[in-house]
């Protein structure tokens, strides 16, 4: 069975500080990590995709992957109050469907 | 831009009704999902399909079905609606590629919150 392990939280920063999002998974043949933000009420949207080792940016945030140790993080510099949401983790090996994340709700609090 | 669109944002039914879900993309993606996302369980698949008429089993499929006769159009059918279903509903598309490395991201619909009575 494969996992995806996160945090649910909530996690609370105030506005402008750095948010780091955290998620493990179990499958060891994972290839593509996807980061996805949901907003309440609303659907899932990719945010940021990584399959390399190391960090890749895009703007405020920025994904790690280490894949010896089978994690994953979302970084959110300058955290905003439109960043609250939840923020879901999902893993991809070699076949069509991702594994899930519960995922992790953000709290930036002005 | 891709659109994945669902036939209802809302819906309310009565248990033991037969109930539809349509779900239309644009953009030519090989592979359709659907999924139920509920409080503190994240999501869950129900059903997946790589191409037309075919389609395979998600985590929780009993008491659902599918139907994909065009490529673009994906049905999910409560055959039997019960209050235990009771969820949003998230259909969602993706291009199709398995191989290593790929993006192949999900593309989601608004989803449906459907209440059954």
């Known amino acids: 069975q494969k996992e995806v392990e996160q945090n649910s939280g909530p996690l609370s920063v105030p506005e402008g500080a750095i948010a780091s999002l955290n998620c493990t998974y179990s499958?060891?043949?994972?290839?593509?990590f996807f980061w996805y933000r949901q907003y309440s009420g609303k659907s899932p949207e990719l945010i940021m995709f990584?399959?390399?080792?190391g960090d890749k940016e895009d703007g405020r945030f920025t994904a790690q992957l280490n894949k010896a140790s089978q994690y994953v993080s979302l970084l959110i510099r300058d955290s905003q109050p439109s960043d609250s949401a939840t923020y879901l983790c999902?893993?991809?090996?070699?076949?069509?469907?991702?594994?899930f994340g519960r995922g992790t709700s953000l709290i930036v609090h002005p | 831009d891709v659109k994945v669109t669902q036939s209802s944002r809302y819906l309310v039914k009565r248990t033991g009704e037969k109930v539809f879900l349509e779900c239309v993309q644009d953009?030519?993606?090989?592979?359709m999902f659907w999924y139920r996302q509920d409080p503190g369980l994240g999501l869950r698949l129900i059903y997946f399909?790589?191409?037309?008429?075919?389609?395979e089993k998600g985590d929780i499929p009993e008491g659902y079905s599918v139907s994909r006769e065009k490529k673009e159009r994906f049905s999910l059918i409560l055959e039997s609606a019960s209050t235990n279903q009771t969820s949003m509903y998230l259909c969602?598309?993706?291009?199709?590629?398995?191989?290593?490395?790929?993006?192949?991201?999900?593309?989601f619909g608004p989803g449906t919150r459907l209440t059954v009575l």
């Open positions: 969602a598309s993706s291009l199709g590629f398995a191989g290593h490395a790929s993006r192949d991201e999900q593309f």
């Open positions: 499958d060891r043949g994972s290839q593509s």
């Open positions: 990584i399959y390399s080792n």
């Open positions: 999902a893993v991809k090996g070699g076949s069509y469907i991702p594994t």
């Open positions: 953009m030519d993606h090989e592979n």
């Open positions: 399909s790589y191409d037309v008429k075919m389609k």
